[in-house]
Nanobody, 131 residues
Framework: HVQLVESGGGSVQAGGSLRLSCAGS????????MGWFRQTPGREREKVAI???????GTTGSVKGRFTISKDNTKNILHLQMNNLKPEDTAIYYC??????????????????????????WGQGTQVTVS
């Protein structure tokens, strides 16, 4: 069983920055992959950035160069540094975790592709509002 608790959301003006954090507890093997997803009303949940146990990351194109995902493996704390925020970044941001797989998505890789396929544990979400 994995528990994920997000923090760091809030309201900010366009061009500003926020840093989201997610503290994970439970089975470490089930948290080797962690990531951030976001959702707005009426739209499907969107992957923002993911990271595997070796530090390989994948970041969706709309935030690449503005958002950076990082993870403290010893403490199982995930971060998302969001810079140059835009109104279209407004959403509920969810932390997610899952086991590593043989091969993950080959899309949006920042270098080596993270070996993440399924995310089966989710946090409660934190609101980010950019005006």
């Amino acid at each position: 069983h994995v528990q994920l608790v997000e923090s760091g959301g809030g309201s900010v003006q366009a061009g500003g920055s926020l840093r989201l954090s997610c503290a994970g507890s439970g089975d470490r093997a089930s948290m080797l992959c962690m990531g951030w997803f976001r959702q707005t009303p009426g739209r499907e949940r969107e992957k923002v950035a993911i990271i595997d146990g070796a530090g390989a990351t994948g970041t969706t194109g709309s935030v690449k160069g503005r958002f950076t995902i990082s993870k403290d493996n010893t403490k199982n704390i995930l971060h998302l540094q969001m810079n140059n925020l835009k109104p279209e970044d407004t959403a509920i941001y969810y932390c997610a975790a899952g086991p590593e797989s043989f091969q993950g998505s080959q899309e949006d890789c920042d270098g080596d592709c993270p070996v993440c396929d399924e995310f089966d544990s989710w946090g409660q979400g934190t609101q980010v509002t950019v005006s």
